[in-house]
């Protein structure tokens, strides 16, 4: 899972897309086979900022852009400085310019590293028995496997609407 990954996650989650969008643009807008997001107004560009990309058949998502020139920007997952790959397409769409909290960055990156297993609140437990090592996922109180849903779902509140006003 890559931060851009686990913000959609938590944004459609908490269903609070409409408290994060800061500005739209519609128009028509390009892809690149190197991932580069062309069409932009230049104007209202800032570097690191996040969007949300929607009307494209296959780039639809939450990307960070990276430092542009002219109108063309990389698309990046946020993890690391390397562009988005989807696929090259010219489409008719919305871009969503979006306000994301650095607690939110935060909460996405503890949901990776939960995902991944590496993190504090691991979801599994470790038992060692003459040397040997097994591992079994956590389960809650009805026996169910713990997501990062449950996990979080105490960080997650202060983000989550009772009713969803912007789908992404």
Known sequence: MKLNEALL???RHCQCAGEL???EE???FSVTVHGILKGLDVNTYINGQWVHISGSRINDGIYKLGEGYEG???????TDDE??????EAFEGIIRW???EPSMITLARDVMEFS?????????ASESVLGVHSWT???DNNNMPITWQTAFSGRLRPYTRLFEAVRL
């Open 9 to 11: 996650g938590i944004i």
């Open 21 to 23: 969008i800061v500005e």
């Open 26 to 28: 519609r128009g028509e």
């Open 72 to 78: 063309a920007y990389p698309l990046l997952n946020g």
């Open 83 to 88: 562009p988005v790959v989807n696929g090259a």
């Open 98 to 100: 979006l306000r994301i």
């Open 116 to 124: 991944a297993g590496s993190g504090k609140e691991t979801g599994y």
């Open 137 to 139: 996922k956590a389960t």
